[in-house]
């Protein structure tokens, strides 16, 4: 190894410190905050950084608990059988990107049989599962990965649209074995840092809906989330990247759990859509406001919201390994990851694991 990439080598082992080093300087820590946390090699901040510039959301934000969000309940099902989830990896993923989310998705279930440390993304969907329908039944904390399909040749483009996302699903259920599973499956795109979307980075991250008989041939709840990586990690990856409009001198993003800017930070956007394809699949169940073409949903009431004391350009507070990477829940196989919080239809306000009362 020549001289100077050990330079570049000790410069990147050292980026996570000189970045939470800089993170600090901004936190004030009361002394007499409780804490949850006995690991000695984790500490607790809540980093003031630049806010999520995001015009349709930030009109949807809802921190802490307020009196005027008016959540209902709209007589459609949820998800309250075992969730099944299909997956499909659309264009060229890595296999560690990969097992990254799927680490994430094998830790919501319960029936996992070695537990993972509180505050964990199982406890994470205790709050989603707090969401029944008319017949009481909740949504349902066992969720399984039931099948995966490799779109690697791009079949409808490296552009895709809110209709031809649907082209993407029947093309894999008919190819078998990919099932069509009307009782329990939800199937979730998730597309390469290569392929664009119609509206993503402008006004979504990622979304959920029903697909039309007429396209598929069955109805089948679904949801798309995209790797903003390399398109727009200051607004999907957030805050693993931040707006550059607050320039040096000011807070800083956070250095990412997994190291993976984009993947990390579509793993928040995977727990927001699938809570709230669980609680309105049909989008006739659980959202708040009056128009059902633009509803405000259990993860809208919460975005960019992560742990106690949020808001007002806080994220709440969080934490951080030894090395400086920041998370809110441990997952399976000592995974962490730092997941939005969700708005919780029994304390009327956003809600989490790592929860400091
Ligand atoms: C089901 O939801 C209700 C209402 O939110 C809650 O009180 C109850 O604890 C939930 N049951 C389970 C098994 O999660």
Partial sequence: MSPPNSLLLILITLLPQLLSLHIEASIEEPDNVQTLNTNPNTKKFNPKIPPLKKTLSSSKRFEGSSDFVNLKYHMGPVLSSPINIYLIWYGNWKQPQKLLIKDFLLSISTTNRRASPAPSVSDWWRTVS??????GANISRTVSIAGEYNDLRYSHGTHLTRLSVQQVIATAVKTKPFPVDHRNGIYLILTADDVTMEDFCRAVCGFHYFTFPSMVGYTLPYAWVGNSGKQCPEVCAYPFAVPGYMGGG???????????VGVDGMVSVIGHELAELSSNPLVNAWYAGEDPTAPTEIGDLCEGLYGTGGGGGYIGEVMKDKE???FNVNGRRGRRFLLQWIWSPVLKACAGPNALD
Wanted: glycine letters at 20%.
């Fill in 324 to 326: 400086g990477r920041t």
């Fill in 130 to 135: 707090l969401y029944t329908d008319q017949t």
């Fill in 250 to 260: 000011g807070p800083g993003k956070l250095s990412p759990p997994n190291g993976d």
